[in-house]
C-alpha cells in the first residue's frame, strides 16, 4: 500500500488502491516468481506434471483427512510406523536374498546413508534473514493496524474478523485447511482456462468496492484524502 504524500496524525485514506495490482498486464507470473522455488510451485498448483501434482496433492489430502479423524499425535505415529514397516521389511528381505544368493551387495540404503543432509552455517543464515524480513513486515502491519494509523484499512480487519467468527462456528481449522487445499490445486487451473471472463467481472466487483469505500470515506470525519498525481 502506498503510503500518502501528507499523513494526517489521527486518520489517512488509502482510497481504495491498496488492492490494485501493480504488476503489468501481460506479465509471466512463472518470471515474476524470480527464483526456482517459485517456479516449481508455480508448475506444482497448475498441473504441469500431473503425476507429480497428483501425488503432491493425494498425499497432502489424505493427511489432512487423517488429522481431521484422529489427533495429531496418532497420524505422526502411524506414518512414522508405516514408513519403519517399510523400510525395515525392506531391509530384512534384501539381507534373506543376500544369505541365500551369497552375494555382498552390502546395505541397501548405502547410497541414501552417505548423502551429505548437513545444512551449512551460510544456508541457515540466509533462511533465518528472509524469514526475519517476513516477520517484520508482519510486525510493522500489525502496529498498523492495531493502532489505527489508517482508520479505513482497521476497520476493513475488523469487519474480516467478525466475518471469521461465523466461519469459525462452521468450520474447524482442518477443514479450512482441506478447503484451501482443494481450492490451491483447482482454482489457478479454472482461472488459466477462463481468464478472460473472470478478469472482466473481478474488475467490474472492483470498481463496486472502490465505489462503496470512496462514499465510505467521504462519510468519515478526518479523513485526509489524497490528492491526484
Same mark, same amino acid.
Given at each position: 500500500m502506498?503510503e500518502p504524500?501528507?499523513?494526517?496524525p489521527?486518520?489517512?485514506?488509502?482510497g481504495?488502491g491498496?488492492?490494485g495490482?501493480?504488476?503489468?498486464?501481460?506479465?509471466?507470473?512463472?518470471?515474476?516468481?524470480?527464483s526456482?522455488?517459485s517456479?516449481a510451485?508455480h508448475d506444482?498448483?497448475f498441473?504441469?506434471d500431473?503425476?507429480?501434482?497428483? *501425488?503432491v496433492?493425494?498425499?497432502? =489430502?489424505? @493427511?489432512l483427512?487423517? +488429522?481431521a479423524?484422529?489427533s495429531?499425535?496418532? &497420524? #505422526?505415529s502411524?506414518?512414522i510406523?508405516?514408513l519403519?514397516?517399510v523400510?525395515?521389511?525392506?531391509?530384512?528381505?534384501?539381507?534373506v536374498i543376500?544369505?541365500?544368493q551369497?552375494s555382498?551387495?552390502g546395505?541397501?540404503?548405502?547410497?541414501y546413508?552417505?548423502?551429505?543432509?548437513?545444512?551449512?552455517s551460510?544456508?541457515?543464515?540466509n533462511y533465518?534473514?528472509?524469514t526475519?524480513v517476513?516477520i517484520n513486515?508482519? *510486525?510493522k502491519?500489525i502496529m498498523? =493496524?492495531? @493502532?489505527?494509523?489508517d +482508520?479505513?484499512d482497521?476497520?476493513k480487519?475488523? &469487519? #474480516?474478523m467478525?466475518l471469521?467468527t461465523?466461519?469459525?462456528?462452521?468450520?474447524?481449522?482442518?477443514?479450512?485447511?482441506?478447503?484451501a487445499?482443494?481450492?490451491?490445486f483447482?482454482?489457478?487451473?479454472?482461472?488459466?482456462?477462463?481468464?478472460t471472463q473472470i478478469?472482466?467481472?473481478?474488475?467490474?466487483?472492483r470498481?463496486?468496492i472502490k465505489?462503496v469505500?470512496?462514499?465510505?470515506?467521504?462519510?468519515l470525519?478526518g479523513?485526509?484524502?489524497?490528492?491526484?498525481e
Amino acid at each position: 500500500m502506498a503510503e500518502p504524500a501528507t499523513q494526517s496524525p489521527y486518520i489517512s485514506s488509502s482510497g481504495g488502491g491498496g488492492s490494485g495490482s501493480t504488476e503489468p498486464a501481460g506479465r509471466d507470473p512463472k518470471v515474476a516468481g524470480g527464483s526456482p522455488q517459485s517456479c516449481a510451485v508455480h508448475d506444482l498448483i497448475f498441473w504441469r506434471d500431473v503425476k507429480k501434482t497428483g *501425488l503432491v496433492f493425494s498425499t497432502t =489430502l489424505i @493427511l489432512l483427512l487423517s +488429522l481431521a479423524a484422529f489427533s495429531v499425535i496418532s &497420524v #505422526v505415529s502411524y506414518l512414522i510406523l508405516a514408513l519403519l514397516s517399510v523400510t525395515i521389511s525392506f531391509r530384512v528381505y534384501k539381507s534373506v536374498i543376500q544369505a541365500v544368493q551369497k552375494s555382498e551387495e552390502g546395505h541397501p540404503f548405502k547410497a541414501y546413508l552417505d548423502l551429505d543432509v548437513a545444512v551449512s552455517s551460510d544456508t541457515f543464515h540466509n533462511y533465518v534473514s528472509a524469514t526475519m524480513v517476513h516477520i517484520n513486515h508482519a *510486525l510493522k502491519l500489525i502496529m498498523r =493496524l492495531f @493502532l489505527v494509523e489508517d +482508520l479505513v484499512d482497521s476497520l476493513k480487519l475488523a &469487519v #474480516v474478523m467478525w466475518l471469521m467468527t461465523y466461519v469459525g462456528a462452521i468450520f474447524n481449522g482442518i477443514t479450512l485447511l482441506i478447503l484451501a487445499e482443494l481450492l490451491v490445486f483447482s482454482a489457478p487451473v479454472v482461472y488459466e482456462k477462463y481468464k478472460t471472463q473472470i478478469d472482466h467481472y473481478v474488475g467490474i466487483a472492483r470498481e463496486q468496492i472502490k465505489s462503496v469505500v470512496s462514499k465510505v470515506q467521504a462519510k468519515l470525519p478526518g479523513v485526509v484524502k489524497k490528492k491526484p498525481e
